[in-house]
C-alpha cells in the first residue's frame, strides 16, 4: 500500500469540512462557467481533507514551478471573483468568510 499525492494551484478560500452533497447542492444554483464559477476542491491529507472554494484553478505537479499570470488576472476580475466567493461562503453557512487568495493545495490518499 502506498501514498498518491497531487497538488491544486487554486484561487479561493479555505472552509470547514462541509459535505461535498451540501456543497454540490448550494453551488449549483450560482451562475457563470470556467474562471467565473465558484466550484470546490475537497483536499488534504488521507484522514483529514478540508474543503476549499475556487473559482480560477489548475491541478499542479508537485516539484514542478507553476506560474500565475498576473497580466491575466484584472483588479476587476479579482473583485468579480472576492465578491462571488463571498456570496458563495455565505451560502453555504460560512458567516465570516476569510479574505480569498492564492493557495497551493496539497492532497495526500
Not at 475537497?42 to 516539484?63: C, F, I, K, P, Q
Not at 498576473?70 to 455565505?90: C, G, I, K
Amino acid at each position: 500500500m502506498g501514498y498518491s499525492y497531487s497538488a491544486w494551484l487554486a484561487y479561493g478560500i479555505r472552509i470547514p469540512r462541509t459535505p461535498d452533497s451540501v456543497l454540490e447542492e448550494k453551488l449549483a444554483g450560482f451562475p457563470g462557467e470556467g474562471d467565473d464559477r465558484v466550484g470546490f476542491l475537497t483536499a488534504g491529507r488521507y484522514d483529514r481533507e478540508d474543503n476549499y472554494l475556487v473559482t480560477r484553478s489548475t491541478e499542479a505537479d508537485l516539484g514542478e514551478p507553476e506560474n500565475v499570470r498576473v497580466q491575466d488576472v484584472t483588479p476587476y476580475l479579482y473583485d468579480h471573483w472576492n465578491r462571488m466567493l463571498r456570496r458563495a461562503a455565505l451560502a453555504v453557512g460560512v458567516e465570516d468568510p476569510p479574505e480569498p487568495g492564492w493557495l497551493l493545495i496539497a492532497h495526500v490518499s
